[in-house]
């Protein structure tokens, strides 16, 4: 009987085939820095704060009338000037890839480390912002969803009690046209999670950013518009408990969603001041702390703040999501 040789008996030759095609791995959506004001801190200048300065308000307070031709008016209005500082602070990472690794790798990770890194200080950014809109800034305008009356209530309520509903956000918008807030491209602009756009989307008026994209340029992550207010969705939402207020909980039930005009935050600005600026270092060749050349490191350094311009530009609105 012929004896066949075939693959089975000579298995230990074969190898696992890999894909070198990467499956695509999760990509936080951002939103918010695009839309901050950004102030430059100038190399040399001494400081690691920057200021912003705003000017009081409109007001008919010193207006007279003037009852005598060629009389000028009795009192003078006066001018002042309020500033608003944040101080920088520095963050960084690195990734750390073996020669040995580099030598038997499938993938290009350096390649990778350089992209990852990226993505991760760009989320870092949007964090600080996200995290500096929803804390405890004095003045801030805050609404409920579904009428009801303070922070608690929406915590003690059930979702269904506290999904936004079609007008909660007309009173974004009246809250902001009261205090002259100026527009950013004549609307307003909302970032709320994944879970309050569904809400949002399922009311009526709502009008998908499909429907106007032809005549309008959308801004990045836009989704529709209501109210006055065109939207965006984010990945990376302010959530707390219910309890306490201001206070991040990455497992929280309440979603904070942000409306806003020009100038309500700002961010700093340092990106061709380098080293200042975020940047990302791929440093590799023998050293005193890697005498054998045995790793290349890959990371960032960033120079960064974020602060609450004009609280009386934005709008915090709470709510909770019938998404599950």
């Known amino acids: 009987m012929a004896v066949e040789t075939g ?15 990467l499956l695509d791995y999760i990509v936080e959506s951002l939103q918010l820095v695009q839309f901050a004001q950004k102030a430059p801190l100038p190399a040399k200048s001494g400081s690691k704060t920057i200021r912003w300065f705003r000017f009081d308000e409109p007001s008919t307070g010193a207006i007279e009338t003037l009852s005598n031709e060629g009389t000028k008016p009795t009192g003078e209005r006066a001018l002042s000037l309020e ?6 602070v520095q963050y960084g990472q690195v990734i750390s890839i ?7 790798e499938l993938f290009s990770h350096v390649e990778q480390a350089v992209k990852v890194t990226g993505q991760d200080a760009a989320l870092h950014a949007d964090k600080i912002v996200r995290n500096e809109l929803g804390s405890n800034v004095t003045g801030k305008q805050t609404r409920m969803a579904n009428g009801l009356a303070d922070y608690a209530a929406v915590g003690a309520a059930s979702a269904a009690d506290a999904v936004v509903e079609f007008n909660d956000f007309l009173d974004c918008t009246t809250q902001l046209r009261k205090n002259n807030t100026p527009m950013i491209g004549g ?3 909302g970032v709320v999670s994944p879970e309050v756009a569904s809400d949002l989307m399922k009311t009526s008026g709502w009008q998908n950013a499909a429907s106007y994209s032809a005549v309008e340029s959308l801004y990045k992550g836009e989704i529709g518009r209501l109210w006055g207010i065109r939207f965006l969705q984010t990945t990376v939402p302010f959530l707390s408990d219910g309890s306490t207020q201001h206070t991040y909980d990455a497992s929280g039930t309440v979603h904070s969603s942000f409306v806003f005009g020009q100038n ?15 940047s990302v270092y791929v440093t590799d060749g023998a050293s005193k702390d890697d005498p054998l050349n045995q790793k290349t490191v890959v990371g960032y350094k960033s120079f960064y703040a974020a602060k609450t311009l ?6 915090e609105m709470y709510s909770k999501t019938n998404f599950s």
């Open 187 to 189: 609307n307003y602009v």
């Open 264 to 278: 309500a935050y700002g961010v700093s600005d340092v990106a061709s001041q380098s080293p200042y600026g975020p």
């Open 83 to 88: 500033n608003v500082d944040a101080d920088l």
């Open 7 to 21: 693959t089975s008996g000579i298995s230990t030759q074969f190898q696992r085939y890999f894909s070198k095609e």
């Open 310 to 315: 004009q609280p009386k530009y934005y709008v």
């Open 98 to 104: 073996t020669d040995i690794l580099q030598l038997t």
